[in-house]
């Protein structure tokens, strides 16, 4: 609008000013590991004196080289369009990509107490009245937002309360 431009003087502006842009993402999700875990460390305290979390956390191969695979895709995908300039997303290293963004897991749900948090109701099992909604009762992760997948574990658990006798 400040421009006074309408139209094909108008468009060839915006390319001008804006240039050419592309980005192409790579999403992948992350194989199960019981060696990534979050258990309470023994030596370090938090502000009140309780043990603070200890995070152990690894990339596995398939995580690895589904990472490497899409770079390589990707590359290809920009040399077909002759594309002249890549600007990486400032990741110099697998290592260093950014392979999580919800936080899932620790209240893991299943139907045996020795290996889980909350059974498929999301009731806890060692307190008849605790339920645990959100994501933290996910036992694995996709490469996609969790929201739907929450919206309706939280429905389930609150059918089921709806139906008890308190």
Same mark, same amino acid.
């Given at each position: 609008?400040?421009?006074?431009?309408?139209?094909?003087?108008?468009?060839?502006?915006?390319?001008?000013?804006?240039?050419?842009? &592309? #980005?192409?993402? &790579?999403?992948?999700?992350? &194989?199960?590991?019981? #060696?990534?875990?979050?258990?309470?460390?023994?030596?370090?305290?938090?502000?009140?004196?309780?043990?603070?979390?200890?995070?152990?956390?690894?990339?596995?191969?398939?995580?690895?080289?589904?990472?490497?695979?899409?770079?390589?895709?990707?590359?290809?995908?920009?040399?077909?369009?002759?594309?002249?300039?890549?600007? #990486?997303?400032?990741?110099?290293?697998?290592? #260093?990509?950014?392979?999580?963004?919800?936080?899932?897991?620790?209240?893991?749900?299943?139907?045996?107490?020795?290996?889980?948090?909350?059974?498929?109701?999301?009731?806890?099992?060692?307190?008849?009245?605790?339920?645990?909604?959100?994501?933290?009762?996910?036992?694995?992760?996709?490469?996609?937002?969790?929201?739907?997948?929450?919206?309706?574990?939280?429905?389930?658990?609150?059918?089921?309360?709806?139906?008890?006798?308190?």
């Amino acid at each position: 609008r400040r421009s006074g431009l309408w139209g094909k003087a108008l468009a060839e502006e915006i390319r001008q000013s804006f240039g050419h842009h &592309l #980005r192409i993402s &790579l999403e992948t999700e992350q &194989l199960p590991d019981e #060696r990534n875990t979050i258990t309470l460390d023994p030596h370090i305290k938090d502000h009140f004196g309780d043990a603070a979390p200890r995070i152990t956390y690894s990339l596995g191969e398939y995580e690895r080289d589904t990472a490497v695979k899409g770079i390589a895709m990707g590359e290809r995908i920009f040399d077909a369009m002759g594309v002249e300039e890549i600007t #990486r997303g400032g990741r110099d290293s697998i290592e #260093r990509m950014n392979f999580g963004k919800h936080h899932m897991g620790t209240c893991r749900m299943g139907i045996d107490p020795a290996t889980s948090v909350v059974n498929p109701d999301l009731r806890a099992h060692e307190v008849e009245n605790l339920f645990v909604v959100g994501s933290s009762v996910f036992v694995t992760g996709g490469s996609v937002q969790p929201s739907l997948t929450i919206a309706a574990l939280a429905i389930r658990a609150a059918e089921f309360i709806a139906q008890q006798e308190y």
